[in-house]
């Protein structure tokens, strides 16, 4: 059984468009989290909803929106796509926010934007 | 802000050699302090934590102790194997949720037969 799933695995698009990635977990965690990794691989937290409290990362572009229809699922809208939003991007989940809760993360989606 | 500096390598070593990861952090309170490793193609597993100081974490063979004078949580072990090869990530967590886990940036991990 998959604890962290993401969908999909890979997502080519061209610049303009609107994308959605989607995420579950099955773990029955509170927080989940969505982070963008780059091209060398810096990790870099995005997002972290918890109970319907949603905290954003400041850097983050108001293009990207988290979703949660929910508490299993914490999906990634991302409007009018740029190149510079290509990247994998992992999803996480932990029991709750606190410093030593463990993040179980996805498989990753990498995005291409052209 | 919180941070976190690692050797980016690639670090490429002989099978069973010894393994030294060198991870160090900035934070302010008193971060849980983690070491992240991704496959190729896989997202990140956790391989070992440690919450508070002098605590070692211990997993497969590897290990890490939290020390808080030195600010450091060096990954070590003791004989590397080929499957040991991945990126490897130290992090730190200060909870509370917007900060989310703060990644060092990855130390590439290859052993050679």
């Known amino acids: 059984d998959t604890a962290v799933s993401q969908t999909p695995k890979y997502l080519v698009t061209q610049m303009g468009n609107d994308k959605s990635i989607k995420c579950e977990q099955n773990?029955?965690?509170?927080?989940m989290y969505w982070y963008k990794q780059d091209s060398k691989k810096f990790l870099k937290i995005m997002f972290s909803y918890n109970n319907k409290e949603l905290i954003i990362n400041e850097t983050v572009p108001n293009r990207f929106s988290p979703k949660s229809p929910d508490k299993a699922h914490l999906n990634l809208h991302i409007n009018s796509l740029e190149l510079g939003d290509s990247a994998v991007y992992f999803c996480a989940s932990s029991h709750n926010s606190g410093k030593s809760d463990t993040q179980y993360f996805g498989p990753g989606t990498r995005l291409t934007v052209l | 802000g919180n941070s976190v500096t690692q050797m980016e390598g690639p670090v490429t070593l002989s099978e069973e050699a010894f393994l030294t990861i060198n991870c160090t952090y900035t934070?302010?309170?008193?971060?849980?302090l983690f070491w992240y490793v991704q496959y190729p193609g896989e997202g990140l597993q956790l391989l070992l934590k440690?919450?508070?100081?002098?605590d070692k974490g211990s997993n497969k063979g590897f290990e890490a102790t939290y020390r808080k004078e030195t600010t450091s949580f060096h990954l070590e072990k003791g004989s590397v194997q080929v499957s040991d090869s991945a990126v490897y990530f130290c992090a730190l967590g200060r909870g509370g949720g917007a900060d989310g886990l703060t990644f060092g940036k990855g130390t590439h991990l290859i052993i050679q037969p």
């Open positions: 934070a302010t309170g008193y971060p849980s």
């Open positions: 773990l029955g965690h509170d927080t």
């Open positions: 440690a919450t508070k100081a002098d």
